[in-house]
């Protein structure tokens, strides 16, 4: 079974820094997920990502495969960014499984 | 698309009690997965189904537990006798194989009294 850890656990920050959150995992992986979820504990699909990095507006993700790592990265940070995201990877690396999860890390962005 | 619906949002109950919780997923997504959250472990994955099928159940926590898929629409997660440890919240989530997108429903939030 695929292990994740993330890091760090809780964030708090000021409106318009740069966040950087981890994310590394003990087997390789097809793809790697990072997810949002909101105080009221919605989750949505932020990226899926296999290799390099994406971009979605304000959000950055980048993946390294060879080292078993990810980070996510918020540019000019809002206080709409609070909330917790969570790293993914399939649960015995492979595709079609379903994902085990990091334990999340807590932002807070404070205006 | 109204994404993966669930039900019930909220459910309050009392221990020994039967508990079914109940998901839609999204119309052609071919994977349906249960998920449990805990303040205590996080999210983990319970089972998850391809076509209709379960494929991995090693997730479930003991006998208690139960899911079935009886059509490509529809999917129930069951718990009996349900205790207060069952307490989470449940998510179900849908995806196409081969996407690797997935999309996940507003979660049922049980509290086992």
């Known amino acids: 079974k695929n292990e994740v850890e993330q890091s760090p656990q809780n964030l708090t920050a000021q409106e318009g820094e740069f966040i950087t959150i981890n994310c590394s995992y003990s087997v390789g992986i097809s793809a790697l997920h990072w997810l949002q979820q909101h105080p009221g504990g919605g989750i949505v699909s932020l990226f899926m990502l296999s290799s390099g990095k994406k971009k979605h507006g304000r959000l950055i993700a980048t993946i390294n495969i060879q080292e078993k790592h990810s980070s996510l990265h918020i540019t000019a940070s809002h206080p709409r960014d609070s909330a917790v995201y969570i790293c993914a990877v399939p649960y015995s690396g492979g595709g079609a499984d379903g994902l085990t999860f990091g334990k999340g890390t807590h932002l807070i962005i404070q205006p | 698309d109204a994404g993966v619906i669930q039900s019930p949002r909220h459910e309050v109950t009392e221990m020994g009690q039967e508990v079914t919780l109940r998901c839609k997923p999204i119309?052609?997504?071919?994977?349906l997965f249960w998920y449990r959250q805990t303040m205590m472990r996080g999210l983990e994955l319970l089972i998850y189904?391809?076509?209709?099928?379960?494929?991995?159940d090693s997730g479930m926590p003991e006998d208690r537990f139960s899911a079935k898929m009886p059509n490509a629409s529809f999917s129930t997660l069951k718990i009996q006798p349900s205790e207060p440890r069952d307490s989470a919240v449940y998510f179900c989530a849908s995806s196409s194989s081969g996407a690797n997108v997935l999309t996940f429903g507003a979660g049922s939030r049980l509290t086992v009294l």
């Open positions: 119309s052609g997504h071919n994977s």
């Open positions: 189904f391809n076509n209709n099928v379960p494929i991995d």
